[in-house]
């Protein structure tokens, strides 16, 4: 290895008991090459991009040379998926490389992800496909630059492997980055084995590296339930403001750090529908948009259930104690889901029947098939109590009852008006929260067929830049904001597993 490509490992993880991982060398690839490197990310994290775009480097990336320093292991962790219990899941086509400090000290994973076979991979293959490498590229860096928790992008390496799915692919690595790859169903796999010493153990080191305000407390691990709580509260809440639908909401999918992970059958909504699912195994729609703060109620209930041996010797005071954090979830979720509502609606102020305004809309345009992030959108340029039906049209335009639209922005407007405050300044601050530019579903799957089936990047690096920057105008852009032609069918996601 040469000195350019030196990581400066910390693997904390690593220096946990055995039983929390399989230590682990990725799989070596036969003719990795680097499709795309977010040099950006690499600096942040220390790391020379152009030491990364070298030979030596990509076979980093692709797991095929293994640096200084690293310490290689899949993580073991169990889950619900889709409310079934599955004692052993794990890292089944992953590595965690190791860990590294980036520039505002924040401790990161650097893990390969569709890397080879693991002792957890069962029956699967443990090999990743070029197509959704480059969605939750694609997906995680805008998720990134709309202001949400999530793991990121280093880079994505085809590995001169052809994978079997429903039919030939070329193989593929994505180098991904999170504040810690711990999980719900990390917790849930030490209790299921009623092993209390490992969840002390992992409750500690969680509190350490994400939580450390908390070591003080006089109840250390019920206030790391409270937090986590809050902090997925908040999460959820951010989803559910830019119509962001996960698809697949496990507990092995829940970060006990509150990132977005794990982009599988995700998408975005187009026209706004609570009852909205993507994913096409998801039959019984329990992960639908309007679903994901119950779900994730529920997952918190699961990581409750496994911190009862930390929350007191007695049993039925645990008990209430995770009973009260969880409880707590649907009050915080709300604070968070208005406030924003708020902020996207142009109101400064709170007051008591903006929840009875804000659910109004919704359901018009549920009723109406209008676009989620374009209604928003538009809504800043017609904040003003001297608008009218003129100045409403791009508005109107998309309901397919404009009067349903009129009706509802008589009462918004008295509602500014009532407020008061500075046109232009109130506009500015509503593109600010309202993005004009999401990964629309249309255009991911162009982007995604062009890199796949033609060899071609061009719409894929187009699309990028401009989910770089999703709040500003980009009229050399501007087809990538609009919604799919009405004849389009229904979009479907896969897992890509």
């Given at each position: 290895m040469t000195a350019e490509i030196a990581f400066a490992f910390d693997n904390s993880y690593a220096r946990?008991?055995?039983?929390?991982?399989?230590?682990?060398?990725?799989?070596?690839?036969?003719?990795?090459?680097?499709?795309?490197?977010?040099?950006?990310?690499?600096?942040?994290?220390?790391?020379d991009p152009a030491a990364l775009r070298s030979r030596e480097g990509v076979e980093v990336l692709a797991g095929s040379r293994v640096p200084a320093d690293a310490a290689p292991l899949s993580m073991a962790y169990a889950g619900h998926q889709f409310g079934g219990w599955v004692p052993q899941l794990g890292d089944g086509r992953a590595v965690l490389l190791g860990e590294v400090i980036d520039r505002d000290g924040v401790r990161r994973d650097i893990q390969l992800k569709g890397s080879g076979r693991t002792p957890f991979s069962r029956m699967g293959d443990g090999r990743a496909?070029?197509?959704?490498?480059?969605?939750?590229?694609?997906?995680?860096?805008?998720?990134?630059?709309?202001?949400?928790?999530?793991?990121?992008?280093?880079?994505?390496?085809?590995?001169?492997?052809?994978?079997?799915?429903?039919?030939?692919?070329?193989?593929?690595?994505?180098?991904?980055?999170?504040?810690?790859?711990?999980?719900?169903?990390?917790?849930?796999?030490?209790?299921?084995?009623?092993?209390?010493?490992?969840?002390?153990?992992?409750?500690?080191?969680?509190?350490?590296?994400?939580?450390?305000?908390?070591?003080?407390?006089?109840?250390?691990?019920?206030?790391?339930?409270?937090a986590v709580v809050e902090a997925q509260a908040r999460l959820v809440a951010q989803w559910m403001l830019i119509g962001f639908v996960h698809g697949v909401m496990n507990t092995d999918n829940t970060s006990i750090a509150a990132e977005t992970i794990d982009y599988g059958p995700c998408a975005f909504l187009d026209a706004f529908d609570p009852a909205t699912v993507f994913s096409s195994i998801d039959h019984g729609g329990r992960y639908a948009f309007g679903n994901q703060p119950r779900v994730l109620h529920w997952n918190l209930g699961c990581l409750a259930q496994t911190m009862l041996p930390l929350l007191g010797e007695d049993e039925e005071r645990a008990v209430a104690e995770a009973q009260a954090a969880v409880d707590a979830f649907p009050g915080r979720f709300r604070e968070a889901w208005v406030g924003g509502m708020r902020a996207k609606l142009g109101l400064g102020q709170a007051r008591e029947d903006d929840e009875a305004l804000i659910q109004d809309l919704l359901e018009r345009m549920t009723a109406n098939g209008a676009d989620h992030t374009l209604t928003f959108r538009r809504l800043g340029a017609v904040a003003d109590p001297g608008c009218g039906e003129r100045e409403d049209a791009p508005v109107r335009a998309l309901f397919r009852d404009p009067a349903a639209?009129?009706?509802?922005?008589?009462?918004?407007?008295?509602?500014?008006?009532?407020?008061?405050?500075?046109?232009?300044?109130?506009?500015?601050?509503?593109?600010?929260?309202?993005?004009?530019?999401?990964?629309?579903?249309?255009?991911?799957?162009?982007?995604?067929?062009?890199?796949v089936e033609q060899d071609d990047l061009g719409p894929f690096d187009t699309l990028m830049a401009a989910l770089a920057a999703p709040f500003a105008d980009q009229p050399e852009r501007a087809r990538l904001a609009e919604p799919p032609p009405p004849d389009q069918p229904p979009h479907r996601t896969f897992c890509g597993t």
């Open positions: 946990l008991p055995d039983r929390f991982f399989a230590r682990m060398t990725p799989t070596r690839m036969p003719e990795p090459a680097l499709v795309r490197l977010n040099a950006p990310l690499a600096r942040h994290l220390g790391l496909a070029l197509g959704p490498v480059l969605r939750e590229y694609l997906m995680s860096e805008a998720m990134h630059a709309l202001g949400v928790p999530t793991t990121r992008a280093l880079a994505a390496v085809t590995t001169g492997e052809t994978v079997m799915r429903e039919r030939p692919l070329p193989g593929a690595i994505l180098a991904r980055v999170a504040r810690s790859h711990v999980r719900v169903g990390t917790f849930q796999y030490f209790a299921a084995r009623d092993d209390t010493a490992a969840l002390r153990t992992l409750a500690d080191y969680v509190i350490e590296r994400h939580y450390p305000d908390l070591a003080g407390a006089e109840k250390p691990h019920r206030a790391l339930l409270d639209f009129d009706d509802w922005a008589v009462r918004w407007r008295a509602r500014l008006a009532a407020e008061g405050g500075e046109r232009a300044a109130r506009r500015a601050a509503m593109d600010a929260v309202n993005p004009l530019f999401i990964p629309r579903n249309h255009r991911v799957e162009e982007a995604l067929k062009a890199a």
